[in-house]
């Protein structure tokens, strides 16, 4: 394993969402700080504290959440554990998804849904601007102009300071952007899954950050016999050497390690300082 820091995060350098927050490209997502199928508490909710409290000393100044994770119980433990926040930390959650249950995920992008949403994520993360608000799914059933107008609206009030979009192509991109400054996307992507790469591309064209979610794909068997050949190369995980390659498959990817343990949170972040070589890149190709 390559060299550690005190602040791994660090070493993956920075990316400026919107002109005016800059952050480390290794972020946390806080969605596993949840009961089972993202549903209810956690397990162990003074470890759920302690690793949002590390995200801090690893240098992770993005925190991305969702007002669905548990539902809530992700931003009510980041504001338990984080407030008031650092300089310089970003917070970024999302709405526009019901919870039914257990791994049940309605998509709801109407107005009246919306509006709670924005306002329960500004009451529980206990601000009154969310750093980066994105919007979870288009909604096939909610004509668009009523979700992205709410929130251009939302922005304009400035209950938002910028926008992302999550899980879409590049003419859901283009039709939001007619409405407002499209920041960041979130759409899954790894090594064994990059059927966004045209979004990737379009990202890079725009400066539009890219936030991964999945970051380790299951069922891709020749990917992750690559990634395991690479991860012995370094003497390092799989989950580490997966991150360094989205790190170096672009340099508007933000990845966000997610995890419920600080082990594994102080593990995954050290993906950051992993150097991959031009035989690295022969077994895991660049987009």
């Known amino acids: 394993m390559q060299s550690t820091t005190d602040k791994p995060a660090t070493q993956a350098g920075t990316i400026t969402l919107g002109g005016d927050l800059t952050v480390n490209r290794m972020g946390y997502g806080a969605m596993r700080i949840t009961g089972d199928g993202i549903w ?40 338990e554990a984080l407030h008031p926040y650092a300089d ?28 709670e949403a924005l306002n329960g994520s500004l009451k529980r993360l206990k601000v009154e601007q969310i750093d980066l608000y994105q919007l979870h799914r288009f909604d096939d059933k909610v004509p668009a102009e009523e979700y992205l107008g709410f929130l251009q609206e939302a922005q304009q009030a400035g209950k938002i300071k910028h926008i992302g979009l999550s899980e879409v192509d590049v003419e859901q991109i ?10 960041s996307v979130q759409n899954m992507y790894n090594f064994g899954q990059q059927k966004w790469n045209d979004v990737l591309k379009y990202c890079e064209a725009q400066n ?55 082990k594994h949170l102080d593990e995954n972040v050290q993906g950051a300082t992993i150097k991959l070589t031009e035989e690295d890149f022969q077994d895991m190709p660049l987009p």
């Open 88 to 115: 310089g930390l970003v917070i970024a959650t999302k709405g526009g998804l019901l919870r039914t249950g257990p791994n049940q995920w309605p998509v709801d992008g109407s107005r009246k849904h919306l509006e």
């Open 208 to 262: 539009i950050a890219f936030i991964p979610w999945y970051p380790l794909s299951a069922g891709n068997l020749e990917a992750e016999q690559a990634i395991h050949r690479v991860a012995e190369r370094h003497q390092a995980t799989e989950y580490q050497v997966a991150l360094a390659w989205l790190l170096a498959a672009s340099p508007v990817m933000l990845p966000i390690a997610g995890t419920s343990s600080v």
């Open 40 to 79: 209810g508490p956690p397990r162990d909710h003074d470890e759920a504290i302690r690793v949002l409290k590390r995200c801090l000393d690893l240098g992770i100044n993005f925190i991305d959440t969702a007002d669905s994770y548990g539902p809530y119980v992700s931003e009510e433990l980041i504001a």
């Open 174 to 183: 283009e039709q939001a952007q007619a409405y407002f400054e499209v920041v």
